[in-house]
Structure formats: structure tokens, C-alpha cells
């Protein structure tokens, strides 16, 4: 048996060892609060500085567009706030995004819904998770504030058409929020090319610390603040800098940038053959989200009718196989996917998903060894599964 086969980058990723080695001295000997007035205190803002400046220079911005954040969902919370509260005064009420969207949006939504009265449509997708452009263009109406609709999906892989959701959002007047949280880490992105005015990441999911996040904000918009307090990040999110949080984000984002053009072509293969080899090996296995090159080079994600997906993990598991079903964050609640409901599967499908993600450490070895013993947990929980019966029975 091998032993930890880690396919969950999507939910977290090691820090990488030359990450670790930038921010060690910022926990210890470089500890000065950058705010101070002091010369020592200069090395903490230098890095600070220095950190902007490889963000920046990541996602083709400029530096006093980058804000850092203790996560992607504070980012995620600060765009979606800051902009309803700050377009209330001119008269605007409305926020747009997507139903296959991260809870860290969803949620966020939900309380600005139910608790300030703003009004939101949730954009739906077609059976791959793909928002359509005709819907979103009929959802603009001069009332809308901002439109916030994720690059890549966390659980099906799906990467939606940013660039011309942009134009439309560019077109119309409204600003546009994107949660590039999983995209970050394995797409390339340019802001300006892209038509992006505001945009979440986060570092724990490129082998960067986990806690430390960045929201992008376009020159010229100015979201209400969300960290009320100290005159910190321009005096716009508030709290001493994490240091050495910031200056792991920044060397994560640059390092990966640096390793796309090797690191994506080698996890898309691997991906591939896992995708081929589930479906040659499983019968009746069921790809969720698309299929070629619109999809996250690491994402692998199936349904298997009478299966269930928290057997399968457990089953996994027992095996030194770590994987997920749905996301991370949901993984205590027994409600199926809200993405997997949004894409058309019925319930029964969305409780048998399983999702493995592939990352740097992965090995073709660890993607043979899945292609083992998946095919026989799969056969030997159906054989017990009055639901896999009634579906045989169907299928005649
Ligand atoms: C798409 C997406 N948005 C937001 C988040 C939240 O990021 P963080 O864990 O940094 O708060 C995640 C994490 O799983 C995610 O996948």
C-alpha cells in the first residue's frame, strides 16, 4: 500500500520549502512592527513593499492596487460589502453573482440579502458549470452595484469566460469582482487584459501559509472598509501587518508564476490519465465539469451512482488516499453540493461525488496506484447498494 497519496491541493498545499525559507526570519529576527518609526522597523515595511511589488507584478497591476487580507474570504467579504454599502449612497442596491460560487461569497451574499435588504441575482450555469453570457447581460440593470462571479470553480474545475464577463461588466458601467482563489494558483491572469476590477486570492492554496490573502482593487474604486481601526494598507484594512504571512504571499505567487509553463502541462497529464482511466475502469463514472482544456489543470471530479461520497473517502483513507467530496470547507454538512444541484445532477448523484486534486508532489505513481484501487472500492460498495440495483434495473 502507498502511503499518503495527498490528492486534496485544491482544499490546501504544503508551503513550499524556498516560502518557508523567506518568511523564517520575519517570525524571529525581523519582527518590527512595519508602522514604527524606528530604522529596524524599515526591513518589516521593505518586505512588505517587496511583497506588493511581486503581487503586483503576478497578476499585471500596480502595487497601490494591492491590498493584503488575512484570507481569501476576508477579501471575498471586503469586495462584496464594501461595494453594496459604498453604492447604496448613489442609489444602487443590486449585486449579481453566480449559484456555483464559494461560500465565502454565497454567505456573504446571504447576509447583505436577508440582513441589509440589498437584492441579488444568482446567475445559473449550464451542465459544465459555465455562466452564460446572455444571462448575465439581462441581469445588469442600472441599479446593479457589482457583479462578482468566480474565475475557476473549486469543486468541478470549471474556468468561466472572465475576460468577456468583463467587457460586458466594462460595457455596462458596473464593476466586476472575481474569486481567484483556486485560479491564481494555476492560471495566468492579467487584470487589465482581462477587464478585472477587483480580485480575491489567497496563499495557502499556491504552497504559500495559510491566513494570508490579497484583495485587488482597480485605481479609482473605493470599497467601504471592512478592518476598521489603525492607519495600516493605506488606512484601508486596518490590523498590523502578518510579515512574514505577506512576504510568504508574495515569494508563493512569484515562485509559481515561475514554474506555470513546467508545473501546468505535467499536472494536466496526470489529470488526464486519472480522467481516462476512471472512465475506462468504472463503469457508468459520471465527469463532472468539462472535459478539455476549460477546466483546472488539477481538477478530477466524478460521480458514481450508488455510491456514497463519504464511504468512498473513508474507503480512501484506509488505503493512504486523501481526497474530497464537495468542498473542504462543507465537509461537516450532509447537504450534497450546491454546485454539483447547480449543474443538473439529482441528489443521489451530487452525495456519490468524489473530488481529487493533483498538485506539485504528485506522481504518476500516486495516479496509478488511484487507478488501482478505485475501480474495486467502487464495485464492492455498489454491490451493496440497493440504489446501484434499482439503477441497473432501469438502465435494463
Ligand atoms: C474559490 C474559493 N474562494 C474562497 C476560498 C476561501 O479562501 P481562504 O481559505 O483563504 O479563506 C476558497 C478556499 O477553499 C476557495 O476555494
Redesign the pocket.
Known sequence: MMQNVYMDY??TTPVSPEVLKAMTPYFTELFGNPSSIYSFSRKSREAIAKARGQVAVALNAAPEEIFFTS????A?NWALKGMLEKARAAGKDHLITTKI??H??LHTAAYLEKIHGFRVTYLPVDPEGRIRLEDLRAAVTDKTALVSI?FA??EVGTIEPVKEIGALCRERGVPFHT?A??ATAQLDIDVDAMNIDML?L?A??MYGP??T?VLYVRKGLRPENFMHGGAQEKGRRASTENVAGIVGLGAAIEIMKSRLSQDRPRISALRDKLIEGILARIPHAKLNGPRGGERLPNNVNFSFIGVEGETLLLDLDAKGISGSTG???SSESLDPSHVLLALGLSHEMAHGSLRLTLGRPTTEEQVDYVLDVLPEIVARRRAMSPLWEDYLKQQG
Open positions: 485544491t482544499a484570507s481569501g474570504t476576508e471575498d460560487e464559494h465565502a461569497i468566480m470553480n473549486n474569486d482563489v483556486q480575491s489567497s495557502h492554496k495559510k491566513g490573502g468542498s473542504a470547507c
